[in-house]
Structures are given as C-alpha cells and as structure tokens.
C-alpha cells in the first residue's frame, strides 16, 4: 500500500504482499490479480475496519470485516 506522500510503501502492505505470494505458491491460497493488489485491498480492510470498530469499542466489527476479507481468498486446507 502506497502512502500519500513520497511514494513509500507502508511495512504492513509489503508483508502482507510477500504472505498472499507465498500462499498463492504453496496453493494454500487462491484469488483473481497481483499478490500486491489483495494485499492493498487486504490492509485497507482491516485499517478501516479497526477504526470503525474503535470508535464504539466493538471489536465484533473488526472481526466480521477481517472474516469476510479472508472469506474472499478461498483459504485452502
């Protein structure tokens, strides 16, 4: 994940990056695109979620969106 200013990449997206490519080698995870671009979409959900579910204290609401996204890579066992 690009950060606004000065083109860096934030730790969490790089990670998050290098996790989906290992898992898309290994066959454990599958989804449509660039291993960068979920992992984008990945640590904005879970950014986004974390703030919404803050401001009322109600970690329920981190977990059915972090839930969801996960959903979405067809985790295979």
Known sequence: MWT???DRLY??????AEILT???ES???VFAG????????LVAVLAGAMLIARSPADPPRL???ANRV????????
């Open 11 to 16: 730790l969490c997206g790089m990670l998050a």
């Open 63 to 65: 977990r059915s969106a």
């Open 27 to 29: 066959h454990q995870l």
């Open 34 to 41: 660039l291993p960068v671009a979920a992992a984008r979409v």
């Open 70 to 77: 996960l959903a979405d890579l067809e985790v295979a066992m």
């Open 4 to 6: 606004l200013q000065d």
């Open 22 to 24: 290992h898992g898309r």
